[in-house]
T-cell receptor
Framework: EAQVTQNPRYLITVTGKKLTVTCSQNMNHEYMSWYRQDPGLGLRQIYY???????DKGDVPEGYKVSRKEKRNFPLILESPSPNQTSLYFC?????????????FGPGTRLTVL | TQLLEQSPQFLSIQEGENLTVYCNSSSVFSSLQWYRQEPGEGPVLLVTVVTGGEVKKLKRLTFQFGDARKDSSLHITAAQPGDTGLYLCAGKPGGGADGLTFGKGTHLIIQP
């Protein structure tokens, strides 16, 4: 089954404790992306990757890091989480070619930083 | 960053009624997508429109892309409780730019 998986689905942590949210897709997509979704603000892109070893900042990259060492995986790293990073995070993937660029979303990770 | 304004932000109607949700921008998009998101899940693509003036139908849902490719609408006929969810529009900028710009969404509740 074609899918995007994220782990963990739920995480409660404390300020300053480094964490990683994993994302994996099995569709051989070149493009992967991380979003955060907050009430009243909608979905905002954090980082994206056009292919292996190619990453770029989205609209809200501060406080986040990403890496793309393999095509299928795109982890999101919070080196020193803060309470304002409490949010619902989504990973998405798609082909890079074509105007449509349909994005397939993971199930989301709900992060709470105390 | 190109902005997409969705209206209304919240809509609660009775089963069987018709409704229209709007997605507007001052910028041109090469394509526009509509997603539906249910609680606890990621957005799921409903449709992509790429040509100005294009109309696509998905059962009781009708999607239209504006002639100038700056706006779009979603019309639901005879709404059902299963249509309840958050509807998001997302535009791909023109000029070869990457990424999608999302609207803030319309929260739709269809009451039985």
């Amino acid at each position: 089954e074609a899918q995007v998986t994220q782990n963990p689905r739920y995480l409660i942590t404390v300020t300053g404790k480094k964490l990683t949210v994993t994302c994996s897709q099995n569709m051989n997509h070149e493009y992967m992306s991380w979003y955060r979704q907050d009430p009243g603000l909608g979905l905002r892109q954090i980082y994206y990757s056009m292919n292996v070893e190619v990453t770029d900042k989205g609209d809200v990259p501060e406080g986040y890091k990403v890496s793309r060492k393999e095509k299928r995986n795109f982890p999101l790293i919070l080196e020193s989480p803060s309470p304002n990073q409490t949010s619902l995070y989504f990973c998405a993937s798609s082909w890079t070619s074509g105007r449509a660029k349909t994005q397939y979303f993971g199930p989301g990770t709900r992060l709470t930083v105390l | 960053t190109q902005l997409l304004e969705q209206s209304p932000q919240f809509l609660s109607i009775q089963e069987g009624e018709n409704l229209t949700v709007y997605c507007n921008s001052s910028s041109v998009f090469s394509s526009l997508q509509w997603y539906r998101q249910e609680p606890g899940e990621g957005p799921v693509l409903l449709v992509t429109v790429v040509t100005g003036g294009e109309v696509k139908k998905l059962k009781r849902l009708t999607f239209q892309f504006g002639d100038a490719r700056k706006d779009s609408s979603l019309h639901i006929t005879a709404a059902q409780p299963g249509d309840t969810g958050l509807y998001l529009c997302a535009g791909k900028p023109g000029g070869g730019a990457d990424g999608l710009t999302f609207g803030k969404g319309t929260h739709l509740i269809i009451q039985p």
